[in-house]
């Protein structure tokens, strides 16, 4: 199986489990970098403005990265912040979006699956599904 870990890390906390758990497990890493950086000179400052991007819910702009489209799996590792998923998480998220985290059924066995007749994926238009014969 093709594994993806992506992750999001500020202080590296995250960073240590996501290398951890890839060595472990055996996967490729893939860290996300936000253009503009969440580290500020005081911790309240750090805190007011990831947590108020956080609730936000921002898509801030990342760093450019480059990601296969045939993992089997994608494994997502992120700090909470204010309750939430971290906004560069998010970024990746809509950027990549996947019928089995959106509910979106794109693919033609998740179409069987679901007995729904076969629908392109809505942002590209194009099929995502691997095994996908038109
Ligand atoms: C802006 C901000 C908001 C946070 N909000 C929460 C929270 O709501 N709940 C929580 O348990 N921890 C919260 N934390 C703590 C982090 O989730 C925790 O320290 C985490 O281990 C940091 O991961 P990292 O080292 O990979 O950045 C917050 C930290 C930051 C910087």
């Known amino acids: 199986m093709k ?3 992506v992750y999001y890390s500020l202080e590296g906390n995250t960073e240590y489990i996501a290398e951890k ?3 472990n497990i055996g996967t490729e890493l893939l ?3 936000p253009k503009k950086s969440y580290q ?3 911790t309240f400052a750090k805190y007011f403005w990831g947590g108020k991007s956080a609730v936000m819910a921002e898509k801030p702009e990342l760093e450019p990265y480059k990601i296969a489209d045939d993992y089997d799996e994608i494994i997502i590792g992120f700090p ?3 309750g939430n998923i971290t906004p560069p998480i998010r970024t990746f998220v809509s950027e990549n979006e996947q019928p089995s985290y959106t509910g979106y059924k794109s693919h033609k066995h998740l ?3 679901a007995g729904e007749p076969h629908q392109e994926h809505p942002q590209d238009g194009r099929c995502h599904c691997k095994d996908h014969r038109p």
């Open 111 to 113: 179409d069987r699956y």
């Open 80 to 82: 909470v912040w204010a």
């Open 40 to 42: 500020q000179k005081s």
């Open 31 to 33: 860290k996300l970098i």
């Open 3 to 5: 594994r993806l870990i």
């Open 21 to 23: 758990l890839a060595e």
